[in-house]
Every structure is written in structure tokens, then in C-alpha cells.
């Protein structure tokens, strides 16, 4: 029987592919962006409507030239227990320290209301993650930069092509960052991006991830995370097959939530300005135990959902543990349900009511 996984990487048409592949050919150039990654870039940076893009190897690099672009270097950056655990490795790796502030019950994200207690006089950035797409209090948060001069870095890992108030969700804080992993909504394989803005803004970047130097000029201490043009021809074939993916996305969406037992099972709650990219179908039961049945059945029919996000990132053996009792519940009892382009309506419904038979709800 076939292996239903919580994801499936979407492939593009061979033939638009391999048309890409032959320009690389022609021109000779592997990396060091050569023209699929400078045209990959122009056309993220207009798909989004933002004033500086650059696309990178993968979500966490991103997250790590964040840091050090907005010369967070050291002290203490404020963030979500709720979340994968590269958003609170790159604060490690830059050895900078987590502070774990915990998540509103209703959206999934940061608890805005429960920043400001968290701030001292060494707390130098905010990283919030629009968690499954779904927008941090963008505006509180802000407001709370302001007051205390902090950085405001998104780990918008999952929110391509979200667009709230009218605007791409990866246009808010200081910079923002999307990974584009072969598991996430838009994928070039491995990858990620950087949004930001202004000239210096631009120009640090543009540094930082290519070992802080142009010709041999070397103006600072950098890193490499150029990508290749074999990931640029993957990201422009994703690209105009996007608004398709997350059509088809939005369908099996919308099934699951007509068919699926609403009265036990909890959703993040979807905010009214948001045009969603229907990335992720969390759901919430009870309690754990609820959680590991739905699970137990669901595997035993070769459909395989992912607990996404446990263990909740305080609980870490490496982070200092403090107690943030709302990710921790809703960590334990969280599950991803299979959601890919290509999904079939009949597994949809299978997964529903194998969830109904669990909970006792058929
Ligand atoms: C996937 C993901 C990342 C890391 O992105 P990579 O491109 O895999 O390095 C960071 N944060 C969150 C929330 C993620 O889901």
C-alpha cells in the first residue's frame, strides 16, 4: 500500500526543467550567481513586492546572517518555544541567548502581551515565526522595537506567498526569512531568502553570504551561502507553477475542514487580513493521548502525520529550561495532517474518518 507522509516535494513539468538545464549548459556557470539566481531573485523580489531579496542556501543561514546583519552579536534575543528547532539554533550558533517568551493559545505564535516582561537591558532582538504561515502581532511587536530599540527578525520559514494586510507577511520586522526546502509550500530543493530594506541593508547582505568580500576587495568577516544555478532553474519552474500549487492546496484545505470532527479538534485561528498559503493543516485534540491514538491509527493505514513542533524548543537538552506551559500542551498534542499539491480527495477523506474513529466521534 502507498505511504501517505505529512508532505511530498512538489516536481515541475521534466521538460521546463531540463530547459534550464540546457542554458546552463550554454553559458557555463554553475554558482557564484550567474543569471538563473540573479533572474530567480528579480522575480521573488517582484512576485513579493519588496525592496531587497536575496536568495540563499537554506532557511537557517538565513536566519544566522539575520543576526549578524543587524549586529546582533551577542546578549539576549527573545523568541518561540513553538517552532522547528532552527530558530532557536541560529540564535546558539551565534551565541547570542533564547529567551523563551510562550505562545498565544489561539494564533500559535509569540504571546505579544507576554514580551515586554521578558525584555532586560540586555535583550537586543525579538525573532517571532509566523508559525504554518499564520502572522505574528506584527504591529505590537513593532511597537515594542520601537520602545526599547530591540531588532525584529521573522523566521517566516513557512509563510511564502502569505500576504497580510495587503502586503507579503515576509514584509514586516527588520528582515524577514523563508526557507525553501524541498518540504516547504515553494521550494528550489535547498534554499532560502532574505528580505530587508534599504541600500546598507542591501549591500551587508549582499556581503555576508559571499564570504564578506567583491573581487579582492575584502570589506568583513562573511560566509558562504551562495546557491547554485541548478536551484535557481528548480525555484523559477516552482515559481509560475505556484499560484496552481496553492490552488490545489487550498482545495484539499477546505475539505478537510467540512469532513474533519471540528467539535474535537482545535485550529489556529485564521486572522482576517491574511491571504494564506495553505502550507501546513495543523490540528489540536485533548490532550496527548488523543494525540498518539489519531497518530497510532492513522500509521497503521500507512498515513504518516508529523508531530510538528514537538518537543517544544524550552524543553531542549541544550537551551536553559524555563516553563512555557501553554507550547508545551499544545506541543504534545499537535499533529500535521498529510497536505500536498496532488493529495487525493479520497485519502483526505480516508484521513478524516480514520480521526472521527479514533476520537470516537464516527
Ligand atoms: C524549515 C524551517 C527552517 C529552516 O529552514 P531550512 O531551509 O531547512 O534551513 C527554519 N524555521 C522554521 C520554522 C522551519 O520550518
Not at 42 to 51: G, N, P, Q
Not at 340 to 352: G, K, S
Amino acid at each position: 500500500m502507498k505511504k501517505i507522509f505529512v508532505t511530498r516535494p512538489y516536481f515541475p513539468p521534466k521538460e521546463d526543467y531540463k530547459s534550464y538545464i540546457d542554458q546552463i549548459w550554454d553559458v557555463q556557470q554553475l554558482t557564484n550567481h550567474g543569471p538563473l539566481h540573479n533572474e530567480l531573485e528579480k522575480e521573488i523580489k517582484s512576485y513579493l513586492c519588496v525592496e531587497n531579496f536575496h536568495f540563499v542556501t537554506n532557511g537557517t543561514l538565513a536566519l544566522q546572517i539575520a543576526l549578524r546583519a543587524l549586529d546582533v552579536t551577542s546578549g539576549e534575543v527573545i523568541t518561540t518555544p513553538f517552532s522547528y528547532v532552527a530558530t532557536v539554533s541560529s540564535i546558539l550558533w551565534e551565541r547570542c541567548t533564547p529567551v523563551f517568551v510562550d505562545i498565544n493559545p489561539k494564533t500559535f505564535c509569540i504571546d505579544v502581551d507576554k514580551i515586554e516582561a521578558a525584555i532586560t537591558d540586555n535583550t537586543k532582538a525579538i525573532m517571532g515565526v509566523h508559525v504554518f504561515g499564520y502572522p505574528c502581532a506584527v504591529e505590537g511587536i513593532e511597537a515594542l522595537a520601537k520602545k526599547y530599540n530591540l531588532k525584529v527578525i521573522y523566521d517566516g520559514a513557512h509563510a511564502f506567498g502569505c500576504r497580510y494586510k495587503e502586503k507579503s507577511l515576509l514584509d514586516y520586522g527588520d528582515i524577514a526569512i523563508s526557507s525553501f526546502h524541498a518540504t516547504k509550500v515553494f521550494h528550489t530543493i535547498e534554499g532560502g531568502g532574505m528580505i530587508s530594506r534599504g541600500a546598507e541593508m542591501k549591500r551587508k547582505i549582499g556581503l555576508l553570504r559571499s564570504f564578506g568580500h567583491i573581487g579582492d576587495e575584502h570589506f568583513e568577516l562573511g560566509i558562504n551561502a551562495k546557491s547554485s544555478e541548478m536551484q535557481a532553474a528548480m525555484g523559477l519552474c516552482n515559481l509560475k507553477k505556484f499560484e496552481e500549487i496553492v490552488a490545489a492546496r487550498r482545495k484539499i484545505c477546505e475539505l478537510y475542514d467540512e469532513i474533519l470532527p471540528m467539535e474535537k479538534i482545535q485550529r489556529p485561528e485564521m486572522p482576517e487580513n491574511l491571504e494564506y498559503n495553505y502550507g501546513y493543516y495543523p490540528v489540536a485534540f485533548k490532550d496527548e493521548v488523543a494525540c498518539l491514538k489519531v497518530m497510532d491509527v492513522l500509521n497503521q493505514n500507512n498515513i504518516f502525520p508529523r508531530r510538528y513542533f514537538y518537543p517544544s524548543l524550552n524543553t531542549l537538552p541544550y537551551v536553559e529550561q524555563v516553563a512555557c506551559p501553554i507550547s508545551d500542551s499544545l506541543s504534545k498534542r499537535i499533529l500535521c495532517l498529510p497536505l500536498y499539491h496532488d493529495l487525493e480527495e479520497e485519502t483526505v477523506r480516508q484521513i478524516a474518518a480514520l480521526i472521527s474513529e479514533a476520537l470516537g466521534a464516527a
